[in-house]
């Protein structure tokens, strides 16, 4: 099968059209590159679209939103542009035939224009420096310049050049990521250079390995990844507490998203080091937050779990968010504590008086912190069962201000 005819049948029919009018508008050389040609080459379909224009990307991607409609964001730095066309469900994203140099190891690079030659040079493995040609008569030709063909068949993963970990160490995250995803074995050279590019992983952001981080989580396998960057001691290298161990690693396999996959993975570390990684990966300020408050919870578990009324119970998780919460159902290993959670979260969370603070002024008291008190006192009665009724507590309710009244003589 010519590598037209794998394109075409790797597209949808409307994704097909789009990127035959697409091309048309650009009246210039626009290449398929990276990720999507390696899933087209290895038969999987073609779902999001990576487009390297010769010429200028954003302005191409402005006339096809004048043409068309949709959204566009674009970012000048790095001469791109995402357009999503009305009513159709994948984003286009257009980015100018670039070249890059990085001005120290680890920084982001420096970008200028170049050729389709040297966008693939700059690109991370093999397998992903490949292209193909949409325009016209060119449909479906394969630009591979660095072997990336062969290594895909051969299930290999190759850097392009001796520098790659060094000018970006991110990298390391994809190399675990794609040898677990693909099943490949990373070339010996590559691993090889590994070791050299791990103390430059101090000059790469937090927000960036976050990132990477959180991309492993997404993959079906993620232990699998981060047990590999444990290996190469990356994990390490971000930070001396940051290891993998076999209970976080089965509760990382079953994490569904970012949130859940911290709490898996940092959950039993000591406050001190969960603060300092939080600080190292600039955690979201809520994903900190509720991290704190999921390690509370550990440390409280005997606690929460010894918690014999519906009030204690209350008293004990009110201060906690109900993401924390849910976390904890799955770290927490006491049974009684467990089912205190989830009674809170299931029901006790959602009790209230029927009385609000403006009907119990109307009773006769005044606003101010004895109201708080009256309605805290409210609710724990209705969370005990001893007040079922409104009446019920309008008459709880009067004789608590009488009490009041005559403590402090008002």
């Known amino acids: 099968m010519s590598y037209a005819d794998r394109l075409r049948a790797a597209l949808t029919p409307i994704d097909g059209a789009v990127l035959k009018r697409l091309t048309a508008t650009a009246a210039r050389p626009i290449y398929l590159v990276g990720g999507p040609v390696r899933d087209c080459l290895v038969g999987r379909a073609v779902s999001d679209f990576d487009l390297a224009v010769d010429g200028d990307a954003i302005e191409l991607a402005r006339a096809i939103e004048r043409e068309w409609g949709g959204t566009l964001t674009t970012h000048a730095r790095f001469g791109a542009a995402k357009w999503t066309a009305p009513d159709y469900a994948c984003s286009i994203d257009l980015a100018t035939t670039r070249t890059e140099t990085y001005p120290r190891p680890g920084a982001l690079p420096e970008v200028t224009r170049g050729t389709i030659e040297t966008d693939l040079i700059r690109r991370d493995f093999t397998l992903n420096a490949l292209a193909l040609r949409l325009d016209g008569d060119h449909f479906g030709e394969l630009i591979d310049l660095h072997g990336g063909e062969r290594d895909l068949r051969a299930g290999r993963l190759r850097v392009l050049h001796p520098r790659s970990f060094l000018d970006d160490p991110t990298r390391l995250f994809r190399a675990a990521r794609f040898e677990q ?85 940092l959950a039993d570390l000591p406050l001190a080091d969960l603060r300092r990684i939080v600080v190292r990966l600039n955690l979201r300020r809520e994903d900190a937050i509720d991290l704190e408050q999921l390690a509370g919870l550990v ?68 606003p101010g912190p004895a109201l708080g008190r009256l309605l805290m006192d409210l609710r724990d009665a209705r969370l005990d069962g001893t007040l079922a009724t409104r009446p019920a507590e309008e008459n709880y309710a009067r004789q608590w201000i009488a009490r009041e009244a005559e403590t402090h003589g008002t």
Do not use: C, K
């Open 181 to 265: 995803r693909f099943g490949f074995t990373i070339e010996a050279e590559t691993l090889n250079r590994m070791p050299a590019a791990l103390p430059v992983i101090d000059q790469v952001s937090g927000d960036r390995l976050r990132h990477e981080l959180e991309l492993i989580f997404q993959e079906a396998q993620p232990v699998r990844s981060v047990r590999r960057l444990d290996e190469w001691g990356v994990l390490r290298q971000i930070d001396p507490a940051l290891r993998i161990n076999d209970r976080s690693a089965q509760r990382l396999a079953s994490a569904s998203e970012s949130f859940s996959g911290w709490a898996a993975w």
């Open 299 to 366: 440390d409280a578990a005997e606690a929460i779990g010894l918690a014999a009324t519906r009030r204690a119970v209350y008293h004990q998780l009110a201060p906690y968010h109900d993401r924390a919460l849910r976390a904890a159902l799955n770290i927490i290993e006491s049974d009684r504590a467990r089912i205190n959670i989830e009674l809170y979260l299931n029901e006790l969370r959602e009790v209230r008086p029927e009385l609000n603070g403006a009907q119990l002024q109307v009773l006769g008291q005044p």
